[in-house]
């Protein structure tokens, strides 16, 4: 095969094989560390402390949240929470990749905790369920009473 032709299929075939991951769901391995994730877009607020945020590797801040525990603290702060935005700002986060980012956070911040295994994951869903069931119920209550002053006109 001549070398032009062979490169110009090299790089069709790569091609290829960067929508096919693009159309699929990643697999697992190919999720962004924790260490990454933190990097390109929680250190925007987490290492200056914007907003209150909890500062990276600042032990004071990070204590009461370590506390609460890596299922229910990951859960929340995925579905977001008073000025931290829903995963981050970042809607393409997948929950994993958030969840590790969480983890080390954490792990840099006087906590013991590591990348969610399975288990962890399960538990973090049934928190973060939980979270967007209470949401709901809030807002469905609003939307109640908005139709209720809607008809009496106040
Ligand atoms: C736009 C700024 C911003 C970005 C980006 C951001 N955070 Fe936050 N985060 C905050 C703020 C502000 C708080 C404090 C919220 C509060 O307690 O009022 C916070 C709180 C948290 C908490 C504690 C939640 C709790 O229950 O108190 C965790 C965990 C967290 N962030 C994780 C992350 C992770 C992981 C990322 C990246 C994927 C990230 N944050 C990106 C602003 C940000």
Same mark, same amino acid.
């Given at each position: 095969?001549?070398?032009?032709l ?5 790089i069709?075939?790569?091609g290829?094989?960067? %929508? ?6 990643a697999?697992?391995?190919a999720l962004?560390s ?9 250190f ?6 914007v907003?209150?945020?909890p ?6 801040d ?19 929470v008073?000025?931290?935005p829903a995963?981050?700002?970042k ?8 969840a ?7 792990? %840099?911040?006087?906590g ?6 399975a288990?962890m994951?399960?538990k973090i ?17 609003m ?10 006109d106040?």
């Amino acid at each position: 095969m001549n070398t032009p032709l062979f490169a110009s299929l090299a790089i069709a075939l790569t091609g290829l094989l960067a %929508q096919a991951a693009h159309a699929e769901p990643a697999p697992s391995a190919a999720l962004k560390s924790g260490k990454q994730v933190y990097n390109e877009t929680c250190f925007a607020c987490h290492d200056s402390g914007v907003a209150q945020a909890p500062r990276f590797r600042n032990k004071a801040d990070w204590a009461p949240l370590i506390e609460e525990g890596q299922g229910i603290l990951t859960a929340h702060a995925w579905v977001g929470v008073r000025a931290m935005p829903a995963k981050g700002g970042k809607p393409e986060l997948r929950l994993t990749e958030f969840a590790r980012a969480v983890a080390y956070m954490a792990s %840099q911040s006087g906590g013991d905790w590591k990348d969610p295994d399975a288990r962890m994951m399960k538990k973090i869903r049934h928190e973060a369920e939980e979270r967007l069931e209470k949401s709901i119920k809030e807002m469905q209550a609003m939307k109640k009473e908005l139709h209720r002053l809607n008809e009496t006109d106040d």
